[in-house]
């Protein structure tokens, strides 16, 4: 079993920026990828980017590329999203999740991941 706790939501103006943390606990050496995604109401979950778990191996979905960052602290087994030049389009509920080995969590799927964080909402203001 894997447990996520996300933090590092909350509101800011269009431009800003925000980092999120999702920490992991439980059988973490089951993890192969760790992933961000995100759903705004009536809209379907947005993959928004992803982490290879044992290494620095990172995928971006298009709309945020180059305005987002992903990254890892493994003292911490933390995963980090660190998001720049927010605009009003990135509100949505952000949700961390995990994929063990033998998933194909670096697709972007969230139906190939295992475990998820309960969400933390962010709302960019114009």
């Known amino acids: 079993q894997v447990q996520l706790v996300e933090s590092g939501g909350g509101l800011v103006q269009a431009g800003g920026s925000l980092r999120l943390s999702c920490a992991a606990s439980g059988r973490t050496s089951t993890i192969a990828g760790m992933g961000w995604f995100r759903q705004a109401p009536g809209k379907e979950r947005e993959f928004v980017a992803a982490?290879?778990?044992?290494?620095?191996?990172?995928y971006f979905a298009d709309s945020v590329k180059g305005r987002f960052t992903i990254s890892r602290d493994n003292a911490k087994n933390t995963v980090y999203l660190q998001m720049n030049s927010q605009k009003p389009e990135d509100t949505a509920v952000y949700y961390c999740?995990?994929?063990?080995?033998?998933?194909?969590?670096?697709?972007?799927?969230?139906?190939?991941?295992?475990?998820w964080g309960q969400g933390t909402q962010v709302t960019v203001s114009s």
């Open positions: 982490i290879r778990w044992s290494g620095a191996l990172t």
């Open positions: 999740a995990a994929g063990r080995y033998g998933s194909s969590w670096y697709t972007g799927n969230p139906r190939e991941y295992d475990y």
